[in-house]
């Protein structure tokens, strides 16, 4: 796993920052001066955690399961995906 720099971090503040604040997307979080993970939660009937990881293609964004749902090449394509990931019915694999 790659670790994510500062500014990856800024830009994953900036872009749920700019949903709407009923958004079932809730927030992020992660640990350390540079993350291999950040987690992304999202409530609807109960709260969720999916791991974002970073690899030298992207970003993969796992269900708490650890089943990969979704890979993107940029963050602001990921915010996407992640929208689409409450409607997604099989898990996408490599």
Known sequence: MECFTA???DEIDCL????PI??????WAT????????????TRAHWRRFPLTKT??????SDEHGRRVFRAP???????AVEAVPGLDAVVQD
């Open 7 to 9: 500014s990856e971090i």
């Open 16 to 19: 749920w920052r700019r949903l």
């Open 22 to 27: 009923e958004h079932m997307w809730t927030g």
């Open 31 to 42: 640990a350390g001066e540079a993350p291999e993970q950040v987690w992304i939660f999202r």
């Open 56 to 61: 030298v293609r992207g970003y993969v964004l």
């Open 74 to 80: 940029t963050l602001a394509d990921l915010l996407q």
